[in-house]
């Protein structure tokens, strides 16, 4: 079977590009800790376990009127031969082929270690520059420990200390100095598209596919993924921003330590997100762990996209009638966009990233407030508000307050005397006029004040 071609995608350009500058080094020394100091924000997840990181993990920082990239990458284990050490080594070997800085960590308290000199004829061989940092250099008695790493051949290695944060402004200042950096410009919001699901449905497939390279690493054992993973790209001229997340459950399911710091930056990453997609298993079905799945994307007001993945072992399904199996479970979200797609074989890509980018759009929809009111009252003067304790609620008039998610303000006279029936009823009049497909609307009742 020919295997269809990724959708057309690339790095996203509309800036600069800046130095992308590779941390690495063996497990356990500190990499992502450096990585969250050099980007001033905890976006790596680090652990006191080796092998936390196994994925490349981005970060721009500004220094003296520079830009910079910073990749995080998992630990180099040189003996590694298969399992998920030769999968974490081929993303550091992306990272290292990509950059035009390498940063090579190590531990001072344990000096230099068989590993460290296997790692350092690895990068040697790249050809690129290479600054040895000497990290957990707590106290004076560290620093003198540090002296040491001159046996790497690399020159005179730099003191850090990621817990305590010195160090950092010397390795950015020296990075600066050496490497030609983009000027600093304004950022620009792009739209962030999260996929999510449950452990073991193929979201790390799916990112994979979608952008035509082995951005993250993909293994049939659930919890392969552990932070979440931000890409940049484009689609249609547009830029986006996938991001890759651990596998969610409830939380009586979640166990403790790294998963359950994976399953807070999902959420985390979730609540960021414009879009949702919430990626299931087609051949399994939607099951309850789906659904709640659903249920925390809807919460967090992101646009929805259900997605069933691993259609290529769905032969003898009839298309239509799995849709409406599908769309009787998603009753309670009628508004969600549902599509079908095959990770593995790449198919359906192009009509998922194009319903993305419809319900970005979607998103930043703006009704005008006369005919917003025109809609509504015409909608209320067909279907008039129901008495509620005897008591007639009266509707004044609705106005859109603000966008990402669409967010509706009904001023009545009461607003305790609106039952959720009839908020359900206008809402579907505003879907019903205005579309927002896939979009969550946010609709707020507040009562008018009474006058003295």
């Not at 040895?132 to 620093?143: F, G, Y």
């Not at 087609?282 to 659904?291: L, P, S």
């Not at 609709?443 to 006058?451: D, E």
Request: aromatic share 6%.
């Amino acid at each position: 079977m020919t295997v269809p071609s990724p959708p057309t995608t690339k790095s996203a350009s509309a800036r600069p590009t800046p130095a992308v500058i590779a941390i690495v080094g063996r497990p356990n020394v500190g990499k992502s800790a450096l990585f969250n100091r050099f980007v001033g924000k905890r976006q790596a997840l680090v652990e006191e376990i080796a092998g936390t990181t196994r994925d490349r993990s981005y970060g721009e920082v500004s220094w003296r009127e520079a830009r910079l990239r910073f990749v995080d990458t998992g630990g180099i284990d040189p003996r590694a031969e298969e399992g998920y050490p030769e999968l974490i080594r081929g993303q550091v070997e992306q990272a290292v082929a990509e950059a035009a800085l390498l940063l090579f960590v190590v531990d001072a308290r344990d000096g230099i270690v068989p590993a460290d000199e296997e790692i350092a004829d690895l990068l040697r061989r790249a050809g690129k520059p290479i600054f040895v940092l000497a990290n957990k250099v707590d106290n004076e008695s560290r620093r003198q420990d540090a002296v040491q790493f001159f046996e790497l051949g690399f020159g005179e290695p730099i003191a850090v200390s990621a817990q305590h944060a010195s160090g950092i402004s010397e390795v950015l200042d020296r990075a600066v100095e050496l490497l030609p950096t983009s000027p600093e410009q304004p950022l620009i919001a792009t739209p962030r598209v999260a996929i999510v699901g449950r452990p073991n449905v193929g979201k790390s497939m799916l990112v994979n596919a979608i952008l035509g390279e082995d951005r993250v690493i993909v293994s049939p054992v659930a919890g392969t993924t552990r932070d979440a993973i931000d890409t940049s790209f484009e689609f249609r001229d547009r830029t986006l921003v996938l991001v890759d997340t651990a596998g969610l459950r409830r939380p009586g399911k979640v166990g403790a330590g790294l998963e359950h710091h994976a399953a807070l930056r999902a959420r985390h990453a979730l609540d960021r997100a414009d879009v949702a997609v919430v990626v299931f298993d087609a051949k399994e079905g939607m099951t309850a762990q789906d659904i709640h799945v659903l249920g925390l994307a809807i919460r967090s007001r992101t646009a929805l996209i259900v997605a069933a993945n691993k259609w290529d072992l769905m032969a003898d399904m009839p298309r239509t009638e799995f849709e409406q199996d599908v769309r009787r479970r998603l009753r309670f979200a009628p508004w969600a966009i549902f599509t079908i797609v095959s990770a593995r074989e790449r198919v359906g890509m192009v009509p998922l990233l194009e319903a993305a980018l419809a319900a970005c759009d979607e998103r930043e929809k703006r009704i005008e407030t006369g005919p917003l009111n025109a809609v509504i009252r015409r909608a209320v003067a067909e279907r008039p508000m129901p008495l509620v304790r005897n008591q007639q609620p009266k509707l004044l008039y609705v106005t859109q307050a603000s966008v990402s998610p669409p967010t509706f303000i009904f001023f009545v006279n009461d607003a305790s005397l609106v039952h959720f029936s009839y908020r359900r009823y206008l809402e579907n009049v505003l879907r019903q006029h205005y579309g927002f497909e896939g979009v969550g609307l946010k609709l707020n009742y507040r009562s008018r004040k009474k006058q003295k």
